[in-house]
């Protein structure tokens, strides 16, 4: 044991951190190196499709789009599958593998078309991955009592990998070409090289220290249903899909602020260096809390810390979208004034998440059971990547509105979660029991 953490769940946490930081690393460099000339658009660019004329920037946003989509739509069925069968670590193996030959690929391919296919490759390596190893998450914990600690460094690791992966992609593309005894090697593909190191040392980790829990005919289920509607009768809507939605406003609000960066540096009258660091302030905050929030959520219940993250979402969110207007107001829009004011506010963004998301998972975790794991989890993780997904198309098509009709949007959808969380959830923790057993 490490840090009081099951040295199982921090090797995953270590995994799941390497196969982050490589898939981050090509969200920033898939977009260079398809608008760098090195991938053949001719006779794409400028066609229609649908009626929509393709550019090189809706292009991008296809491949980018792509991987989230398969992603997350592709979760509920291997999270059920992996339910039936029992077997989560050959899952997440599949799915790094997957990912890394997929990774591979890309310096030896020129057509869009071969750059499309290797991204859905990539997104169906982990769909693979991901319910499997929140799953296995779930059921390292040996009671209730750990699950949301467990949550909290495995969520810790994962986004340090996701948020720090963009700055060293830059970096190493940037750094480029580099010197090597087989010849010279471009910024490109030493990147696309990081993230097929980022999915061999995470399928190394796995392979060599991670087993299948032991599993008894008693923990397989044969009911791998999606519940929408509550079964006991106390509730209208099941607490998991509840938890689903929430988490899929939440994971929206999050997004909307990477499509406004011209919008933002120009109200507040910033760089993109203040830009990169309010938008990096969400990872930060959730790096620093989401430890300790997960570990006091064993002790004093789930619900108080998710109602209490979506209670601060909304303002958080709210606010960030009148900032350049209270600058101007206050001291006429030239000064520090602005941008520190987004940072403090993104910062609060994050803990707020970071209040929502360890519990809300290990609360799912609670409900689960065993059998049930990868089905119930992985509700919550496509609800995730959904939101990351839907967030920037969100935030594009509200700006039409004025610079703040995106925030009050989040806003709104925020406090619509708060009230579903506040109504239809029930806690599974107290300070002086153990939980319920698994829901049915």
Do not use: C
């Not at 398969?70 to 997440?92: E, Y």
């Amino acid at each position: 044991m490490v840090l009081g953490t099951d040295n199982r769940v921090l090797t995953l946490g270590i995994a799941r951190m390497a196969d982050a930081l490589g898939n981050s690393f090509l969200i920033i460099v898939l977009p260079l190196y398809i608008e760098s000339g090195q991938i053949d658009l001719d006779g794409i660019v400028g066609t229609q499709l649908f009626g929509v004329e393709l550019t090189t920037a809706l292009l991008v946003g296809l491949v980018l789009s792509l991987f989230g989509f398969l992603n997350s739509f592709g979760q509920p069925l291997t999270g059920r599958f992996s339910d039936r069968v029992g077997k989560r670590r050959a899952f997440v193996l599949f799915g790094l593998g997957l990912f890394g030959v997929a990774s591979s690929l890309y310096p030896f391919v020129e057509q869009y078309e071969l750059v499309l296919l290797i991204r859905a490759l990539q997104g169906l390596g982990a769909a693979f991955t991901i319910p499997a190893t929140v799953a296995l998450v779930n059921e390292f914990a040996a009671s209730n009592t750990e699950r949301g600690g467990n949550f909290g460094v495995f969520n810790t690791f994962r986004l340090i990998g996701f948020g720090f992966g963009p700055i060293v992609a830059g970096i190493v593309v940037s750094s480029g070409p580099y010197a090597t005894p087989w010849g010279g090697l471009s910024g490109f593909n030493a990147a696309f090289g990081v993230a097929v190191l980022g999915a061999i040392v995470s399928f190394a980790l796995v392979t060599l220290l991670i087993e299948d829990p032991p599993r008894t005919e008693s923990d397989a289920s044969d009911d791998v249903s999606f519940r929408v509607f509550d079964r006991s009768g106390n509730l209208l809507f099941d607490p998991v899909f509840t938890l689903g939605v929430g988490t899929l406003f939440m994971a929206t609000t999050i997004a909307l602020f990477a499509t406004l960066q011209q919008d933002i540096t120009r109200e507040l009258s910033e760089g993109s260096f203040l830009f990169s660091v309010q938008f990096a302030a969400v990872v930060i905050a959730n790096v620093v809390f989401q430890v300790p929030i997960g570990r006091a959520s064993d002790e004093y219940g789930r619900r108080p810390f998710i109602v209490a993250g979506f209670a601060l979402l909304v303002p958080s969110v709210f606010l960030q979208g009148y900032v350049p207007a209270i600058a101007t107001a206050l001291t006429g829009g030239e000064t520090l004034f602005g941008p520190i004011a987004m940072l403090l506010l993104r910062l609060l963004q994050g803990v707020a998440v970071a209040l929502v998301f360890a519990p809300s998972l290990a609360l799912a975790g609670d409900l689960a059971g065993r059998g049930r794991s990868g089905t119930t989890l992985s509700v919550l993780t496509t609800a995730f990547g959904l939101g990351v997904a839907i967030g920037p198309l969100a935030a594009g098509y509200f700006v039409r509105f004025g610079f703040a009709a995106p925030f009050t949007f989040g806003a709104a959808i925020a406090a619509v979660a708060l009230v579903l969380v506040y109504s239809q959830v029930e806690d599974t923790i107290t300070s002086t029991a153990t939980g319920p057993a698994p829901h049915d």
